[in-house]
């Protein structure tokens, strides 16, 4: 399944923004407040009502808040068309209190008839069935809650896969509980592996395991032998040799490894009879996807993640360059706010470009630099080009003793030397 086209009607910033996705990958990216998030929010709030109507049929999903209408405005409505087997749409409403909705009443039906798709599949096949994954993973995934203990057990279902999939994100404490779970089982049918009459659901190593152990390892290779121990109740991974618990790893990997784990686990009950289950199909929404990650792995991300899940729609948003670079241009969403109204266009170039131009020409930095150092090259550049070379030669030298070497300066002690050449 994949979606479309998203319309935004007063929605925050968004007075009337259609917007034609990729089936494969879009990447938004603007200043802070241009729009990422609303978008992602959007897409959320709409796949709500297909995950949870698969769930049960007469189930709600996320509403439009009345703060998400657009100031001066009455109504907000977003609009979502989907492709499965043929295409289906459905669209939401929400009016201010007090104002009447009549013309943009909610139309549910799409999302509805598909989940009901859905359901007969589950139950024509007792369970056994791939469904499509929806997932949200906003900004605050960082805050990271790895439990001590657990207190009850929980069972993990086909429908499981949804749960929480597109209001909480990544949560480290159903990451662990689900981790322990599976591997008690793959323990248990480590005992039968050499025996004959071995057990009908007997499966080692455990088949949804291996999916998240994989995917782990394709986005964190210096990181294995990810598992829990039980007294103290824990869980450890081995760091280029040496054995640490998840706790003493840093915001960046805690907040990756509960990313790609719990979409990997998410993808693996979501895929029982797939024989992988990271090829499952599914709907991945991510917001600042290089939260928290050092340069090295803002650059891999895109590229894993198509690799890693090759039959999932990335929904992204960055403000990192080091993203934006591993990015074809058809695939950026520039997002902007003009005369107060949200914008989106593409851009022209960006895949391998360097973080420089990224920065300047598509995120709409003037200059990289400190103003100003920027500030005193513009003026010596301008100095040499009147002639002064005295007082050029002064900035030169200044700037020499702040930043040291650079390409710039050497620029420009060249067009000085030749000036003096020729004024000789």
Same mark, same amino acid.
Not at 210 to 219: G, K, M, W
Not at 301 to 309: A, G, H, S
Not at 344 to 370: F, N
Not at 398 to 403: A, H, M, T, V
């Given at each position: 399944?994949?979606?479309?086209?998203?319309?935004?009607?007063?929605?925050?910033?968004?007075?009337?923004?259609?917007?034609?996705? $990729?089936?494969? !990958?879009?990447?938004?990216?603007?200043?802070?407040?241009?729009?990422?998030?609303?978008?992602?929010?959007?897409?959320?709030?709409?796949?709500?009502?297909?995950?949870?109507?698969?769930?049960?049929?007469?189930?709600?999903?996320?509403?439009?808040?009345? +703060?998400?209408?657009?100031?001066?405005?009455?109504?907000?409505?977003?609009?979502?068309?989907?492709?499965?087997?043929?295409?289906?749409?459905?669209?939401?409403?929400?009016?201010?209190?007090?104002?009447?909705?009549?013309?943009?009443?909610?139309?549910?039906?799409?999302?509805?008839?598909?989940?009901?798709?859905?359901?007969?599949?589950?139950?024509?096949?007792?369970?056994?069935?791939?469904?499509?994954?929806?997932?949200?993973?906003?900004?605050?995934?960082?805050?990271?809650?790895?439990?001590?203990?657990?207190?009850?057990k929980h069972q993990f279902d086909l429908l499981d896969a949804y749960d929480g999939a597109l209001t909480s994100g990544? +949560?480290?404490?159903?990451?662990?509980?689900?981790?322990?779970?599976?591997?008690?089982?793959?323990?248990?049918?480590?005992?039968?592996?050499?025996? !004959?009459? =071995?057990?009908?659901?007997?499966?080692?190593?455990?088949?949804?395991?291996?999916?998240?152990?994989?995917?782990?390892?394709?986005?964190?290779?210096?990181?294995?032998?990810?598992?829990?121990?039980?007294?103290?109740?824990?869980?450890?991974?081995?760091?280029?040799?040496?054995?640490?618990?998840?706790?003493?790893?840093? $915001?960046?990997?805690?907040?990756?490894?509960?990313?790609?784990?719990? !979409?990997?686990?998410?993808?693996?009950?979501?895929?029982?009879?797939?024989?992988?289950?990271?090829?499952?199909?599914?709907?991945? !929404?991510?917001?600042?996807?290089?939260?928290?990650?050092?340069?090295?792995?803002?650059?891999?991300?895109?590229?894993?993640?198509?690799?890693?899940?090759?039959?999932?729609?990335?929904?992204?948003?960055?403000?990192?360059?080091?993203?934006?670079?591993?990015?074809?241009?058809?695939?950026?969403?520039?997002?902007?706010?003009?005369?107060g109204e949200l914008e989106v266009a593409h851009a022209t170039e960006s895949y391998g470009k360097s973080v420089d131009?990224?920065?300047?020409?598509?995120?709409?930095l003037e200059t990289t630099r400190p103003d100003n150092v920027h500030d005193q090259l513009q003026k010596l550049h301008?100095?040499?080009?009147?002639?002064?070379?005295?007082?050029?030669?002064?900035?030169? $030298?200044?700037?020499? =003793?702040?930043?040291?070497?650079?390409?710039?300066?050497? =620029?420009?002690?060249?067009?000085?030397?030749?000036?003096?050449?020729?004024?000789?």
């Amino acid at each position: 399944m994949r979606v479309s086209e998203l319309k935004l009607i007063n929605f925050r910033g968004a007075k009337s923004l259609p917007i034609e996705l $990729d089936e494969r !990958l879009n990447v938004f990216v603007g200043m802070n407040g241009a729009g990422k998030s609303s978008i992602l929010d959007a897409c959320a709030i709409m796949l709500s009502w297909l995950a949870n109507r698969t769930r049960s049929a007469s189930a709600s999903g996320r509403p439009i808040t009345e +703060s998400d209408i657009s100031n001066g405005t009455s109504v907000s409505t977003i609009e979502i068309v989907c492709k499965d087997q043929s295409y289906f749409a459905w669209s939401l409403a929400k009016a201010r209190s007090g104002h009447s909705r009549k013309a943009h009443a909610s139309i549910l039906i799409g999302a509805t008839i598909q989940a009901k798709r859905y359901q007969t599949l589950i139950s024509e096949y007792e369970g056994q069935v791939n469904v499509p994954l929806f997932v949200y993973y906003p900004v605050n995934r960082a805050v990271i809650d790895i439990p001590l203990r657990i207190r009850s057990k929980h069972q993990f279902d086909l429908l499981d896969a949804y749960d929480g999939a597109l209001t909480s994100g990544a +949560s480290f404490r159903t990451f662990f509980e689900w981790f322990r779970d599976r591997e008690d089982l793959e323990n248990e049918n480590r005992r039968y592996q050499h025996e !004959l009459n =071995k057990p009908e659901d007997y499966a080692f190593p455990d088949p949804q395991l291996e999916a998240v152990r994989h995917a782990l390892t394709s986005f964190m290779p210096d990181f294995k032998n990810l598992t829990v121990r039980r007294r103290p109740l824990r869980m450890e991974v081995e760091k280029q040799g040496q054995r640490l618990t998840v706790n003493q790893l840093s $915001d960046g990997e805690k907040c990756l490894m509960a990313m790609v784990g719990d !979409l990997a686990r998410r993808l693996a009950i979501a895929n029982p009879a797939r024989e992988n289950p990271l090829e499952g199909d599914g709907i991945i !929404l991510i917001d600042e996807i290089d939260l928290h990650l050092h340069p090295k792995w803002q650059r891999i991300l895109i590229p894993r993640m198509l690799e890693v899940f090759p039959n999932c729609q990335l929904l992204v948003s960055t403000h990192s360059p080091h993203v934006i670079t591993q990015v074809q241009p058809e695939h950026l969403h520039l997002l902007s706010m003009v005369d107060g109204e949200l914008e989106v266009a593409h851009a022209t170039e960006s895949y391998g470009k360097s973080v420089d131009r990224i920065l300047e020409d598509i995120m709409g930095l003037e200059t990289t630099r400190p103003d100003n150092v920027h500030d005193q090259l513009q003026k010596l550049h301008k100095i040499i080009q009147k002639g002064d070379l005295e007082t050029a030669q002064l900035i030169l $030298d200044s700037l020499s =003793k702040e930043i040291g070497s650079d390409p710039e300066l050497v =620029k420009a002690s060249v067009l000085i030397k030749r000036k003096e050449l020729i004024g000789k």
